[in-house]
């Protein structure tokens, strides 16, 4: 009997055991299949971040080949500095002492927001600017010293006359007024535009002192002559609208002088 006893109670707890077990089982495959699933929702969200990766490196890659395509284009536009004199008349003629901003106010110019020139101008500089109603070819000579004697040669057969100053460089603009009076004297109808740069210079004289300085009221009454104060801040940055407004002139000066 006790036997029995101890028998039935063990049968009784065998089949609890077993109970047990089976519940642990189920438990155990549910936590499995809960795995499974997050390893394959973690799988899901992988997948999904390398293709976010993948497209941010290809929008990336885009950006720079575009930049790279900005670089070229300008490139193109704003041509290189040449040392043999070009061939050609009619030129809208950039002229002025050297780092007086010729080459860097050109550039803003034709690509029409800032840019800054990269080294002083060694020889000459021709750039093509294109807008809606005319085509126009200006042409920097280099303000240092050797290239100089090329101005006057230059003058009388230009278009144009933009001569550059840098309005805060006080000391050099008597240098600058008698280079002016020469070339001016060389051609008696050219156009004078006169560009008073370096206007977000503290020291910049504003453009009254400018026309005092360089004698602008000498250049000759039957004389068509204009005075600009330009600068050439943030590369990248949108052109002064007083810059646009000077392009908007020389076109329309250099299409009635042709
Ligand atoms: N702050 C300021 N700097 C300017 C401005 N324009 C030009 N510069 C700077 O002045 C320096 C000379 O500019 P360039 O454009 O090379 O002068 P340039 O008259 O062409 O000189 P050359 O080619 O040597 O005759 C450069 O360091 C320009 O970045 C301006 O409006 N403001
Ligand atoms: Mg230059």
Request: aromatic fraction near 6%; charge should be neutral; glycine fraction near 6%.
């Amino acid at each position: 009997m006790e036997r029995g006893k101890v028998k039935k109670k063990d049968k009784g707890k065998e089949a609890e055991k077993g109970k047990e077990d089976k519940e642990k089982r189920k438990d155990s495959e549910k936590e499995k299949t809960k795995d499974r699933e997050k390893e394959k929702g973690k799988g899901k969200e992988e997948r999904s971040r390398n293709k976010e990766e993948d497209k941010k490196k290809e929008s990336e890659s885009d950006k720079e080949k575009e930049q790279l395509k900005g670089k070229e284009d300008d490139r193109r536009v704003l041509g290189k500095p040449v040392l043999e004199p070009p061939e050609k008349n009619n030129h809208i003629l950039v002229l002025g002492l050297d780092g007086a901003g010729k080459t860097s106010v050109l550039y803003s110019l034709a690509l029409n927001r800032v840019q800054h020139s990269e080294a002083p101008t060694q020889g000459f500089h021709e750039v093509c600017i294109n807008t809606e109603h005319s085509q126009m070819e200006f042409l920097e000579i280099g303000g240092s010293e050797p290239f100089r004697s090329y101005w006057e040669m230059y003058v009388s057969r230009g278009l144009l006359l933009i001569f550059v100053v840098d309005s805060a460089d006080h000391n050099r603009l008597p240098e600058a007024k008698k280079y002016l009076h020469r070339l001016i004297k060389i051609n008696p109808i050219i156009p004078l535009v006169v560009f008073a740069n370096k206007q977000d210079l503290k020291t910049a004289y504003h453009i009254t002192d400018i026309h005092e300085a360089l004698g602008l009221s000498d250049v000759g009454n039957d004389r068509t002559m204009f005075l600009f104060g330009t600068q050439v801040t943030e590369n990248g940055s949108e052109i002064p609208s007083t810059m646009q407004d000077a392009k908007d002139l020389i076109a329309h000066l250099a299409t009635h002088m042709q």
